[in-house]
């Protein structure tokens, strides 16, 4: 079955840390680079940060960069993002996928995991 599913959100306080996880199945996952994208509630889904196949390269938002860090474990088909310093305006649904140019067919979006920066 081809699907993501992220993990690992959460209420969390302004400077907080969480970290999500999104498993991957039913492509070959060591074979696509790798992005988060979040959706804010009334906002459109933006693009946050992505990874390379091999993880040799990594890109992020400028409104994440020094925060936010993505890393994978392919032999795990896991991809990650580790959110550090965490602000209330990071609140929104967190999804993972394989870029829009190089998804397959068939890769659904995923339900996303839920981060929530308030005091």
């Known amino acids: 079955q081809v699907q993501l599913v992220e993990s690992g959100g959460g209420l969390v306080q302004p400077g907080g840390s969480l970290r999500l996880s999104c498993a991957a199945s039913?492509?070959?996952?060591?074979?696509?680079?790798m992005s988060w994208y979040r959706q804010a509630p009334g906002k459109e889904r933006e693009w946050v940060a992505v990874?390379?196949?091999?993880?040799?390269?990594?890109h992020y938002a400028d409104s994440v960069k020094g925060r936010f860090t993505i890393s994978r474990d392919n032999a795990k088909r896991t991809v990650y993002l580790q959110m550090n310093s965490l602000k209330p305006e990071d609140t929104a649904l967190y999804y993972c996928?394989?870029?829009?140019?190089?998804?397959?067919?068939?890769?659904?979006w995923g339900q996303g995991t839920q981060v929530t920066v308030s005091s």
């Open positions: 990874i390379t196949s091999a993880s040799s390269s990594t």
């Open positions: 039913g492509f070959v996952f060591s074979t696509y680079p």
């Open positions: 996928n394989v870029p829009a140019n190089l998804r397959p067919a068939n890769l659904a």
